[in-house]
């Protein structure tokens, strides 16, 4: 996995996840595919104990793996960012793993 890879993961993410929450129906979307990759993540060997785990390093070391070979996957088949306001399936799939990122990494209350 390169840092690349997950340079552009988190960059096309984070820009599909701003766009989503203007557009509920964006925001659905997103959360569907969000709910799809955690649940991949959790039937991974291994994956339920790190999802589950009261530290959070686990399940952010499984986003990290996934985003990174998400996105060579996709590039493999041909797939590349486009600019401004893309709502193409894998980037609301970016989008989802960077809100997954965002849940994981923030302050637990």
Do not use: N
């Not at 997103?30 to 999802?51: N, T």
């Amino acid at each position: 996995m390169s840092e690349i890879s997950l340079r552009l993961a988190g960059d096309v993410g984070a820009a599909g996840l701003r766009l989503a929450t203007s557009s509920p129906g964006l925001l659905a979307k997103v959360d569907q595919h969000a709910a799809e990759v955690e649940g991949a993540l959790a039937s991974e060997p291994g994956g339920a104990r790190a999802w589950g785990h009261a530290e959070r390093g686990p399940a952010v070391r499984l986003l990290l793996a996934y985003a990174g070979g998400f996105v060579e996957a996709a590039i493999g088949r041909g797939w590349s960012p486009r600019g401004g306001a893309a709502t193409d399936w894998e980037t609301l799939r970016l989008a989802a793993i960077c809100q997954l990122m965002t849940d994981q990494l923030a302050p637990q209350a």
